[in-house]
């Protein structure tokens, strides 16, 4: 292995360290105390030293949001059946809070660093992916508003409120029921307790 080679793996493990640190800064401070110095702290690396692999906060969250993107894409296109799609939201927001949060902001979204094209541009793939639903739904046989715009927003209202709802998001049961509700089916049966 040359010295090039060594350098580009330990940049990227260093990298690494950095995004793992900002995510635990993220999740322990929350978006509205998260910054450069607290992670650098975390990182126990020289706050010059995340500006060298991060030209600002900005990118620094952005960077974030894409590999939040990236999980949630994966959780949702890897899930079976509609429930289980449905239930994509509120089992990502128990893994990884700080990124459900950065996705789906609820308050937090005006401090600058949790703004911006490319973050925006993230969390609108992340609502167009919740609206991919409508597949699933369409293939299951559910009625959906004819409106595409319609129908990708209530299936997002849907499985948002799951993670958003306390009661819904603890109880699989009430929140398979409010589901069925909500697509008009019939009640599911209640031993897919949690």
Sequence with gaps: MGIQERRER????????????????????????????KVALRAELARGTIYTY??????????L????????????SSAKGLSEALDVPVRFSQ????????????????????SGPELEAARAEAQELLGALQRLTAAEGQHLPADAREAAAFLSGIGLAGALVP?????????HRWQDFCLGTSERATSDDQ
């Design 10 to 37: 330990e940049r990227a493990r260093r990298r690494r360290e950095i995004l793992d640190a900002a995510w635990e800064v993220a999740k322990d401070a929350g978006w509205s105390g998260f910054s450069v110095e």
């Design 54 to 63: 991060f030209a600002d906060i900005g990118a620094l969250v952005t960077e």
């Design 65 to 76: 949001g894409r590999e939040a993107l990236e999980e949630f894409s994966t959780q949702l």
């Design 95 to 114: 893994r990884h809070p700080a990124a459900f949060r950065l996705l789906f902001p609820q308050g937090e979204a005006e401090r600058g660093c949790l």
């Design 167 to 175: 009661e819904l998001r603890a109880s699989t049961t009430l929140r």
